[in-house]
């Protein structure tokens, strides 16, 4: 049989028909998570098909509300520039944010609880006190020091302040803001991470992670110990040369340990140099051993010798006064691992730090695990209570939230918002508001709903559709810096 080109194009023409007819007979529904199923049904089996509707409609979306955005970014990309390039000659000398190029009324602001003026107000006055910690405790979108960072640096530009605060020993991540390195022999152990099997004391710290030189033994007595040889283990600290300024200088060293419970020794160099020997103190508790220098060490190399290594939940790298900003970067998590912990080692740690303002930012990971409106109820249950535990062992430090990103989900062929994140919005503010928790919406100030996909294609969030590029990150740090100054600011 010959096919002439005409029969060919008819084939054509009727099998296009026959499909597109076929978008006439398949039906959608609605799941409880927001997401549209199309396509023919049979109990509970499914046959993807779309709909006539959902095939012949427009899948743009109107993006005016989100672009309406594009100028004040604009303006605070060309702010953020001039951040980086600030040379300031004293630390004691304040950096005044400049927003005369910004439209404020654009920036998206704080939601407080009933005592406004209140918070607002406690909260200046930590900032303004002789030495404030702050530790920001968020999802995989602080890794790297990142959004902390650039908040760091704004805050002791504004306040005084230098050094960037906690870093871990052993550290899964690039971390720009310090100059820390190891023996081969330290390992890491963190108790968000769940490919990790968890020690049974779980003593991990107020930054939920840990370092060792040496395995972990559950009992230990005399023949263990006399049959054990000593291990020998470094820690070199040097001046970060892509970090802040500010984030450069540090004099206050704190090397932060327990369950030490065999004796172990320190030595301390600078520039080989040897500055200070000692012996840790193995009663098993929590302690700090600190060094306290006139001025930033050059080259400096902790040594610990000992048969068995004590728990090194990291270490401080701080000023002599102003603000110290702590990064606690936990991939994979969404904030519900605190309670879990020592409850004891949490406490004695964070009367040693003495917090004055928690910042926990999550959500993100468990977007794409809610199923319905009740999924996303008991996430923010189960979030207010790790939160208010934490509160707890501080001294009624205060506390914002920053909610999730926009996450973009593939829809009937479409990326969108996935259904469930702007109630889950809803809900993190009025629980936050319940709890007198501040909340910063990220989800808002980014545009709102399927504003991931703007920000991905002007360059400023990554192609996962979750994250945000590095100039993308200083955008939304400024952001929320600017809602917090605008307040800070402002006496009513």
């Known amino acids: 049989m010959r096919y002439s080109p005409f029969k060919i194009f008819i084939y054509f023409v009727i099998t296009l028909l026959v499909l597109l007819g076929t978008t006439l007979l398949t039906t959608s529904k609605t799941l409880d998570n927001g997401k549209v199923q199309e396509g023919f049904f049979i109990g509970d089996f499914h046959i993807k098909y779309p709909t006539f509707e959902s095939f012949i409609s427009d899948p743009s979306y109107d993006r005016s509300h989100i672009k309406s955005l594009d100028s004040i970014v604009s303006n605070i990309e060309t702010l953020v520039k001039e951040v980086d390039q600030e040379k300031p000659e004293s630390i004691a000398t304040p950096i005044i944010p400049d927003f005369r190029k910004i439209d404020t009324s654009k920036v998206q602001r704080i939601s407080y609880p009933d005592n406004r003026l209140a918070f607002i107000d406690r909260i200046r006055k930590n900032l303004q006190s002789d030495?404030?910690?702050?530790?920001?405790?968020?999802?995989?979108?602080?890794?790297?020091?990142?959004?902390?960072?650039?908040?760091?640096?704004?805050?002791?530009?504004?306040?005084?302040?230098?050094?960037?605060?906690?870093?871990?020993?052993?550290q899964v991540y690039d971390q720009i803001s310090a100059n820390v390195t190891h023996s081969d022999n330290w390992t890491r152990h963190a108790y968000f991470d769940p490919t990790q099997k968890k020690f049974p004391h779980k003593k991990y710290g107020a930054y939920s992670s840990l370092s060792r030189f040496t395995e972990a033994y559950e009992t230990i007595d005399s023949v263990l110990v006399e049959s054990l040889e000593t291990k020998n283990a470094t820690i070199t600290i040097g001046i970060p040369t892509k970090s802040h300024l500010l984030a450069r200088t540090f004099t206050k060293i704190g090397l932060h340990y327990g369950n030490a419970l065999v004796p172990a020794t320190i030595n301390i160099y600078n520039d080989d140099e040897l500055i200070l020997s000692d012996e840790l103190i193995a009663d098993g508790d929590y302690h700090k051993f600190?060094?306290?220098?006139?001025?930033?060490?050059?080259?400096?190399?902790?040594?610990?010798?000992?048969?068995i290594s004590p728990d090194f939940y990291g270490l401080t790298l701080d000023g002599n006064s102003g603000i110290s900003l702590d990064n606690v970067a936990m991939r994979g998590s969404s904030g519900t691992i605190f309670a879990g912990t020592d409850a004891n080692n949490f406490h004695e740690m964070y009367q040693q730090l003495q917090p004055k303002l928690l910042i926990f930012q999550y959500g993100g990971n468990s977007v794409p695990y809610l199923k319905d409106s009740l999924g996303v109820k008991e996430y923010a249950s189960y979030l207010k209570n790790h939160i208010n535990w934490v509160k707890r062992k501080s001294n009624n430090a205060d506390v914002i939230f920053i909610g999730p990103s926009d996450m973009t989900t593939t829809d009937a062929g479409q990326m969108k918002t996935y259904p469930l994140l702007p109630y889950l919005n809803e809900v993190l503010e009025e629980t936050c508001k319940e709890n007198g928790f501040a909340f910063w919406s990220m989800y808002d100030a980014m545009g709102g709903k399927n504003s991931m996909q703007h920000w991905v294609d002007q360059g400023l969030a990554a192609t996962d559709y979750t994250h945000f590029s590095p100039s993308g990150t200083k955008i939304i740090s400024e952001l929320f810096f600017m809602a917090m100054y605008l307040d800070l600011n402002t006496k009513k």
Do not use: A, M, W
């Not at 902390?148 to 605060?165: E, K, T, V």
């Not at 600190?290 to 048969?307: D, G, Q």
């Open 290 to 307: 600190s060094l306290n220098l006139t001025t930033t060490p050059s080259n400096l190399r902790i040594e610990i010798e000992s048969k």
């Open 131 to 170: 030495h404030c910690r702050i530790i920001h405790y968020g999802d995989s979108q602080l890794e790297g020091d990142r959004i902390s960072g650039y908040l760091r640096n704004r805050f002791q530009g504004l306040y005084g302040g230098s050094g960037p605060g906690f870093i871990p020993i052993v």
